[in-house]
Structures are given as C-alpha cells and as structure tokens.
Antibody, heavy 114, light 107 residues
Framework: QVKLLESGGGVVQPGGSLRLSCAAS????????MHWVRQAPGRGLEWVTF????????FYADSVKGRFTISRDNAKDTLYLQMTSLRAEDTGLYFC???????WGQGIVVTVSS | AIQMTQSPSSLSASVGDRVTITCRAS??????LGWFQQEPGKAPKGLIY???NLYSGVPSRFSANGSGTDFVFTISSLQPEDFATYYC?????????FGQGTQVDMK
C-alpha cells in the first residue's frame, strides 16, 4: 500500500535552516508529482509547494518563495523540502502528499523558536 | 493568488442532519475545486476532486457541485465519524489555495 513517511523536523532558531524528507513506498514514485502542505498550530491548511514527477517544474506559495526549495530523488523514492531563513510563522506540521492529494504522510513538526 | 472563502467557519449539527458548506473563489476557477476532511491531529483526507467526483472509498453521503466562483459541499446525513474540519482547495492555478476551513461539531 502507499506509504509516505516524513522526517527531519525539529526545533530551529529564527533565520536557521532545516531539510525535510518524505520517503515514499507502495507506488511508482517517479511517475507522480508531489506536494508539501503545512498547518500552523490551531490554524488551517496551507499549500506550500509542488514538484512535477521528473523535477523539471516547481511551484511555491508566496509565503515561502525564495526561502524554500522542493526537490526529489527518484532513484531513492524521496521528496525533500529545504527550508532556509526560517521564521516563527513557519512553525507547524508539514505533510507531504501525492499529486492528486489522495495520499498523505502523517506529518512532521517544525518549530522555529529562539 | 486566488482567495478561497468558506462559510460558515463553524457549525453545530446532530447525527442525521444535512450539512452544507459553501466555498467562494475570488475569481473563476472552472470546476477545479476539491474538498478535504481533517480530524484533529491527523492528516487530511481527500473526499471530492474536480468539484463533484468522489475519491475512491468515499461514502456517497458526501457530494458537491458548483462552477466558476461558487461551490457547495453537502453531507446528506451526518454520521458520528463526520465530525471534523472540512476544507476546500482550488487547483485551477498556482499557487493552490485552501479555504480557511469549516469545523463541524456536535450540537
């Protein structure tokens, strides 16, 4: 069955960096685009970024453009989110999801705090 | 970016009730709208895509329709497992955007 497992979260100071990973299994990862979606504590869902199946095109929310970079390694069935210049408002639960948003990981917590 | 406005932000209902949530887009999005359900502390679950199509395994008590800027999501007979928060999402243009959510709780 399809599984998505996020890792790499934690506590980081404002201005710091963090890289999230999403390990995929149970489907042909290289055939599917992938998303990151996040949720601040007590808040709604926010779409963050998308990458096409072959990595040739990416899209970002205005709130993270220029600071976050999505990438993928199809040989390792893994999706990444490199986050830099982190701010307190980037704190939240980060989910990876497949292109149609039909499969989601369980989420990983990122806390930006001094 | 396209703004998605959901209403109401919360509602109270009883098992068996018919529940309706609306979503309005700040510009026309054709039929490129989906609906998602989220229980506290869990990942969202896709219910509907392209305005009115059910994801695999989603019960038929969930339905939706609309086009352009105005969309409606309906639960025909609320079940105990349906108490959750519901979000609309436009996938018409990048960046994709969610509505702010509608919390459905027990009356």
């Amino acid at each position: 069955q399809v599984k998505l497992l996020e890792s790499g979260g934690g506590v980081v100071q404002p201005g710091g960096s963090l890289r999230l990973s999403c390990a995929a299994s149970g489907f042909r990862f290289s055939d599917y685009g992938m998303h990151w979606v996040r949720q601040a504590p007590g808040r709604g869902l926010e779409w963050v970024t998308f990458i096409r199946f072959n990595g040739t095109k990416t899209f970002y929310a205005d709130s993270v453009k220029g600071r976050f970079t999505i990438s993928r390694d199809n040989a390792k069935d893994t999706l990444y989110l490199q986050m830099t210049s982190l701010r307190a408002e980037d704190t939240g639960l980060y989910f990876c999801a497949t292109s149609r948003l039909d499969y989601w990981g369980q989420g990983i917590v990122v806390t930006v705090s001094s | 970016a396209i703004q998605m406005t959901q209403s109401p932000s919360s509602l109270s209902a009883s098992v068996g009730d018919r529940v309706t949530i609306t979503c309005r887009a700040s510009q026309g999005i054709g039929h490129d709208l989906g609906w998602f359900q989220q229980e506290p502390g869990k990942a969202p679950k896709g219910l509907i895509y392209e305005t009115s199509n059910l994801y695999s395994g989603v019960p038929s008590r969930f339905s939706a329709n609309g086009s352009g800027t105005d969309f409606v999501f309906t639960i025909s007979s609320l079940q105990p497992e349906d108490f959750a928060t519901y979000y609309c999402l436009q996938d018409y243009s990048w960046p994709w955007t969610f509505g702010q959510g509608t919390q459905v709780d027990m009356k």
